[in-house]
Structure formats: C-alpha cells, structure tokens
C-alpha cells in the first residue's frame, strides 16, 4: 500500500502495510539508521524520533498514524534549535560510551528542551526515564541537558 | 569498511572548542557502509610508511592507527590511539582509527593468544607492545629525516607529526618522510619515553568515537545495509537443548514480504524484505518442538544440584598458613552467598548479517571475538578461514555476549539457504531467552576472629568452569582461574588463608562470562563477610578493613579518601546506610561507598555513590570516570533487578518489563575520584560493575540490620518490621 511520509522535511513515498511500525519502515525501507530498534515494545527509548515535536516511540508507532505529520529523526535533529544544543552537549559532556541507545537519548532530550527550556531534575526524570542505557551514562545525560539548557555552551 | 569522509559541522565545532585546552581538531573515520563493488579487508601499505601492524601513514601525513581491540563503549579506540600516538609523537589531529581485520598473528590479544577484547585489560596487555610499536615507526622516521640531512638521527627531535633540526632549523613531516621510512631498517630495542614527557597519555582526550554517535551516522552491525539483502527473524527452541519438530508455513508464507522460511536443527527463520514482515511470518508458523530432557528443569532444581556440589570439597587454588587449626580458634563465621543467572541485554540486540556465495561468505557484525567468528563460521559455512570475511562494526554493547560466535554461525547456516544476503537480527526476546548466562555462584566463607582481626580464612566458590568451555587450556587442575580471580587475590592481610573452587556446572544452561566476571562473585562474597565480620568484631567497616590493609598501601590510601569524600560517619536519618566495598579487581585498586534509603515496605532510594580510583596511569582519566560510573550503574542494576529464573527448561523473563534495567530517575549522584598515580595502568571497564552490589548490600545492612546474602535484593526481607 503506497503510504506518502514527510520526514526530516522531506517527502517520501514507499509500499507498506499500515500497521507495519514506523521504526521497520525507516530501517527498512528508508534505509535511516540512525533510529534503533532496542526492544520492539516500548520499553526501551532507542527507537524514539519526533512527529510534530513530540517525542514517541516509533517501535509501537503504525506508519499509518503519522500520515500527514512530521517526522524528525536523529539524522535531521541538529536543525533545530534544541537538538543541536543537545548534540553539542553531549560531546562537551562526554555522555556516550557505546552509543546505541543515545539517538534515543538525544531525541528525548530535545524534545523536552523545547517543550521546557530550563528543566529541573524532576523534569528530566519524566521526559528521560523512558530512555534506557546499559552503559549507565545517565549522570552525563542529566549533565548534558543542564548544559545545553544554560546557554553555557561555548 | 572505512573511508574518508568530512566530519559533519557539529562534530568539528564541537572538538574544536571542547573541554580539552589542546584544541586539537580530531579527524575521525567511522565505517561507512560498504558499498557492494568496494573491495573489503584491503590493508593497502602502498605508498604509505607501514612499519609494523598498527600504524600506517601516507605522504599527506594522514596517520591510520589499526585497532586490535573493538570498541563497544568503554573507549579503548581514544585510549590505544593515545598510547601509539604518544610514542610515534603523531600529529593527534591527522589520526584515524580503523578496525583491524581478524588476524591472530598480527593483533591477538597478548594476554590471550586471541583476538579478544575482554578482562578488561585491553590497555594492559597493550600497554607496552603498542608503545614499542610507535617508538619504533618514530625512530624509523627520525632515522629518515637525519639521513636526508645527513646528521645524526641523535641530533634530530620529534613532535606532533614532525621531525626538527635544532641545529639547522630544518623540519620535515611525518607525510613528507613517509616513503624513505619505509625503506629503514626497524631499530631492534628502542626506547619507550619516560612517563613525565607524556603529551597525551593522562588527559582527557576527547573521544574519537563519539561525534558520529549524536547524529545517526555511527554504523553498529545491525546497521549493515547491501544490495538485495533482506531481514530475517529467528525463533530458538525455547527449550535449552530442544529441537525443531514440525513446521507449518503455509500460514507464514501468505504474509506480505515473507521470502522464505528457514528450518534449521534447532532454529527457524523466517527471511522477509524488512523485519516486520518477518516477525508477522515467524508469529504465523505453527511449529512443533522437540523438547528433548531439559524439559523439566527449574531454577529450583539447579539451585539445589549448585548447593550439593558446594557442599563438597573442591580443588584447591591458595592456602598459606594451617587453615584447619586456625579455623578451630577464635570467634568462628560462616556464611554462604548466592548470585543468579543474569543476561547480558545490551542495547544493540543480538544480530549478524551473512551473504554466503559459491566460494565466500562475508560477515557483517560487531564481536569481541574476531577470529573466532571467522573460523567458526569457516565450519558452519563449509569453507576455509581465507574465503570468509569479517566485516568489524561499532558494538552497541557487548558486556561479554559478544565473546561468543554463536550468532554468527546460525546466520551462516539461514544465508546459506539463499543467494542474497540476510541480516538476521534476534528480537529482544530471543535475546533475553536465548542467551550465555553469567551463571549462577554459592560463595562459602568461613572465618575466625581472634583480637577483632581475621585470624582464618576458608573461602570455596562453587560455580560453571567458564574457562574450560571458552579457552580450555586455561582450565588446570580442576580450577577456573576466572572464578576465582579476586577471592585469592584478596587485599587484606589473612595470616591463615585458603581458597578452593568446585566446578559445578548448571545443567542445561549455556553460561558465558559476563561484565565483571570472575570479580563479581568474589568481591561480593569477600566484602559482604567482611562487613558481617566487622559487626562480629564491634567495629566500623572501614576502621576494621584498615587493619587488614596494613601491608597495602594504595587500597588503604583510596579506602582513606573513600571514607572523606563520602562522609563516612556522619549521621544519617533512620534507615539510610552507607556500605563500602574494596577491591583489588583487574590490577585497579578501588574503594567505594553507596548511601541509600530503604522505605517501610523495603524499597530502596540510591542516594549517593563515591568511589576513589588508583588504577594506575590512567590514559585518559575522563574515560576512567564515565567506565567506573557506568560500571557502578550496571552493577546496581543486576543488585536491584537482574536475575533470569527457568521453569520447565525455559527462561521466564523476556523484555525489559520483567529483565529491568535501572533508569535515570533511580540513579543517585555518582562521584568518582581517579588518583594520580605512576604504576602501570590497570583496568577498568568492569571494575565499576563489582563495586556496586556489595557496596549497596552493606549500606543495606547498616540501614535495617538485615544480612542479606543473595542477590537481587529481595524487598520482602527489608520491609518494616522484618529481621533477619
């Protein structure tokens, strides 16, 4: 079934079933791998990408429910103003060990700068604790996100 | 595959500007995709100066550093390319890494004969023969110029990518001398440099890995992308041991982008043009399994086939002093510890991507066991080890998972089915099912006190012979050096000490080692005893460890700042504890101290973790501070939640709701102090992971009083008004 698709400001026109999850049909189809797949359930964050701003987890996400609506994945993040800021932070903070889950991380944390600009620990906690890391970089990411919501970059 | 590509803008800038006051602009490489026509493994020296395995530079200068080890997070590309690059005196801004192609003789891991990345020690066994290694191609190139000059080499220096002539002014680059230092003959012991002349070896480098981790571009094996490929996803008989029986496709084959359906001894797969048609075809077989004689197995069964086994005696591994009379005076204690089995669970769920042709079979997959992968895979695909080919990626995670090949070898037996390549990838829940447990240990310690000191120290571990499956030769006399790693190399001073292991291998369940390793049983068992024993003694945990450490000074000076920074002693309200734990794990010397809060129905709030790191020379003390971090998280994680539990010879945990994983709004604030120290670097991508549990369980003790010897920590036991 043609399914017609604006992700990272782009038009995209593919064949799949509509309830085929949105997560397979970047991998997949588009070919965008930077969106990971970690549990396929919802649990885990790695798969997490923007449609209309909001962070979800496209896993569970049926590609026919974002007909229409824009998509905005780790590849294109650093665009906007709250994803480049998270990106910079990041590497300022040092987050990332193995890095799988942190496209994940970085799309989640953009999402909640741009919702709250200056978040406080309690903020952090309901927008990030969706987001799982096996490394265990999360004192980096609530660092990270202080830093990139302080305008301290340099 | 690697190749050149431009850094995208954040990445530079980010570098450019970062917390390094160096300012080095890093170019760094990460493996693109392979493209179908470009040829792979091709380690082209032509026209480059290529003295030994590990450095290859051309005549722009451009400097490849060849990693031996694989990078699955804890840094090691930033760190090895630190220490060759400190001894050839690089230009650090013309370095790039690249995999190294599975290849024994030329990168096996010196402590293991292997190309594996494990033990923590890739900076340890490397430490030396990487440094020799860049000395030498910097000789040879300091030889070049001088004999361009014609002076003498002694009078020429070199720095950051260039050799000078003090005396003439003159000075020529790495690139431009690149061609004549290949033709020099390689010095045959050169001098390594003395540690106070280091430029880049102890700063905080930043790492070379992780621009390219922020925007999407950096390539895990999961990753790989070819021409024609498609996806296949895999059911193992959830039976350990079982076999397929009877497979009905009819259903499965109707679903839109179903290929074909794989039906192997032991695993089906179902090849679909992406993973959801694969996983709706696997969801549509009616299959039959053979169940076979582990059918009937619990985790109750092999917790009681452990302690049997632990109540005989084993093999002994240390024993100074008379360990029988000195056990028969004094105050006498005896305790057993219990861990269970745990998955690894790394982000990057299990997968390998196999295209398998007439006369090759080319590998896309990220492992910690190069070789390993290569030759087993030669067996499955019936080929010799030179026609397969081993495409190294990123590892999103490997925790010890990926030291084994066996992912690898059913994606060779499913591709060989066709004539495309597949990438078959594991659903979490094939991963969390189907994996090499860290097995379940019974810790045994008995003691005596005499004059509030341990006087005897009798310590038996009972647990699966990793070692004799994974590297037999390591396995001697009945002991699995691993088990027991750190229980006979413990920090304190036991006149009478006696340690035994006793090979008990679970039945049915494939273990495998498991981040922390050996260390995570024995520094469990060691210092929850020791504090049951300070208690015994009527002594403050860290004053009665201290008197034991008398002969071990840098564990007494990291267990001193432990005790300043973290505040040892002052008050706390009602049930919060510190607890500390020391150890001695991977030549690194580390003492910790977890605060936490256990609530009236024994839930348990992490308040603040502190741990004091001497790990030697620490080649880059941040990545020191983000492993002990992570490790400590890890650790925690399995204390608070991890156990794989079996029941009618299957696993019963499947995804992350019921195998959790500890989440940012538990995790308490973490400081960790590296110290400054001259000794020879240890290691320290597990060290964290054993810290945690121990450390928690004390605190836990201190809070309620309660002794608990197993792990994960059962709430029940905490609750108010419990005692144990």
């Known amino acids: ?154 | 595959m690697i190749t050149d590509k431009t850094l995208p803008s954040v990445s530079r800038r980010a570098l450019l500007t970062g917390g390094v006051a160096t300012g080095f602009l890093l170019a760094f490489h990460l493996p693109l995709r392979a493209a179908a026509n470009e040829p792979v493994q091709k380690d082209a020296t032509d026209g480059k100066f290529a003295p030994n395995a590990f450095i290859r530079i051309d005549e722009t200068g451009r400097t490849i550093l060849m990693m031996p080890q694989v990078e699955m997070g804890q840094g090691t590309y930033t760190s090895i390319s630190a220490v060759l690059a400190e001894e050839l005196d690089a230009d650090w801004s013309k370095v790039e890494v690249q995999h190294a192609p599975p290849n024994d003789k030329l990168y096996a891991n010196p402590t293991f004969g292997l190309q594996v990345t494990g033990n923590s020690n890739s900076v340890r066994a490397w430490w030396m023969p990487l440094r020799k290694a860049g000395a030498t191609a910097r000789a040879m190139l300091v030889q070049a110029a001088a004999g361009q000059w014609g002076v003498e080499a002694t009078s020429c220096t070199a720095s950051k990518g260039e050799v000078a002539h003090a005396a003439s002014g003159r000075k020529l680059g790495y690139g431009e001398l690149a061609l004549a230092a290949q033709s020099q003959t390689p010095p045959k012991d050169v001098a390594v440099k003395d540690p106070k002349d280091f430029v880049l070896i102890g700063q905080p480098l930043k790492r070379l890995d992780t621009p390219d981790k922020v925007n999407g571009k950096a390539l895990y094996g999961i990753d790989a992308i070819l021409p024609d490929m498609k996806i296949a996803a895999i059911a193992n008989c959830p039976v350990f041991g079982g076999k397929v029986g009877k497979v009905d496709d009819s259903a499965a084959m109707k679903v839109a982008g179903v290929r074909k359906v794989v039906v192997l001894d032991d695993v089906v797969a179902v090849i679909g043009d992406h993973m959801w048609a694969a996983k709706k075809g696997l969801e549509a077989l009616k299959i039959e399994w053979n169940e076979g004689p582990n059918a009937g197995i619990s985790t109750k069964d092999i917790w009681q086939n452990l302690r049997d086994a632990g109540a005989k005696d084993g093999a002994v591994a240390k024993s100074t002093g008379g360990i029988a009379k000195a056990l028969a005076t004094g105050d006498k204690f005896e305790a057993a510890y219990e861990l269970p089995f745990l998955a690894h669970a790394s982000m990057e769920p299990i997968n390998a991507t196999v295209h398998v042709k007439p006369d090759s079979c080319e590998i896309w997959t990220g492992t910690q066991i190069m070789t390993r992968v290569q030759s087993e895979a030669a067996k499955a695909a019936g080929l010799p080890v030179d026609k397969v080919i081993v495409n190294q990626h990123l590892l999103g995670g490997g925790f010890g998972r990926k030291l084994e090949p066996d992912m690898v070898v059913a994606a060779v037996k499913i591709a060989k089915q066709v004539d495309y390549p597949v990438k078959v990838i594991w659903t979490r829940e094939e991963d969390i099912q189907h994996d090499v447990y860290r097995p379940v240990y019974r810790d045994q310690i008995s003691a005596s006190l005499v004059d509030g000191k341990v006087a005897a120290w009798k310590y038996k571990v009972a647990g699966s012979a990793i070692l004799a499956r994974w590297l037999p030769p390591a396995f001697q006399k009945g002991i699995d050096i691993d088990a027991i790693d750190a229980a006979v190399d413990a920090p304190y001073d036991f006149a009478n000490f006696h340690v035994e292991y006793v090979r008990a291998e679970p039945p049915a369940v494939p273990t495998g080692f498991w981040r922390g390793v050996g260390p995570n049983n024995n520094v469990f068992a060691v210092e929850c005893a020791m504090d049951e024993l300070a208690r015994k003694a009527g002594k403050d945990p860290i004053e009665f460890r201290k008197s034991m450490l008398t002969k071990n000074p840098r564990m007494l000076a990291v267990l001193d700042q432990v005790a300043e920074k973290s505040g040892w002693g002052q008050p706390l309200p009602a049930r919060v504890g510190r607890g500390v734990c020391v150890q001695p794990s991977f030549a690194s010397f580390i003492a910790t101290v977890v605060e936490a809060e256990i609530d009236h129905i024994g839930e348990i709030v992490l308040r603040r973790v502190t741990s004091v790191v001497d790990t030697g020379i620490a080649v880059n003390p941040d990545t020191v501070k983000a492993q002990i971090e992570g490790g400590l998280i890890f650790g925690l994680t399995a204390a608070l939640y991890g156990e794989i539990t079996i029941e009618k010879g299957r696993v019963q945990q499947s995804n992350f709701h019921d195998y959790r994983m500890m989440r940012i709004n538990e995790t308490p604030k973490i400081e960790v102090i590296v110290v400054k120290s001259g000794e020879a670097p240890g290691g320290i991508g597990e060290a964290g992971v054993n810290a945690g549990p121990p450390a928690l369980r004390n605190a836990i003790y201190a809070a309620t009083g309660v002794a608990l010897r197993r792990l994960p920590i059962d709430r029940k036991l905490l609750a108010v008004g419990k005692k144990a």
């Open chain 1, 1 to 154: 079934m043609a399914t017609t698709l604006t992700i990272n400001g782009e038009t995209k026109s593919f064949d799949a079933p509509p309830e085929m999850p949105l997560l397979w049909v970047l991998r997949d189809i588009l070919g965008m791998t930077g969106t990971k797949f970690g549990c396929g359930i919802a649990q885990c964050g790695a798969c997490t990408v923007h449609v209309d701003g909001k962070a979800v987890r496209s896993c569970v996400l049926p590609v026919s429910a974002v007909a229409n609506r824009a998509v905005t994945t780790i590849e294109h993040v650093g665009s906007t103003p709250s994803g480049a800021k998270v990106q910079k932070a990041w590497l300022d903070a040092e987050v990332i060990q193995c890095g799988y889950c942190q496209s994940g991380q970085i799309m989640s944390a953009a999402a909640l700068l741009a919702a709250t600009p200056n978040p406080d620990d309690a903020d952090i906690d309901a927008a990030m604790a969706g987001n799982i890391c096996r490394c265990g970089t999360y004192v980096r990411i609530r660092e990270a996100i202080k830093l990139a919501a302080s305008g301290r970059q340099s």
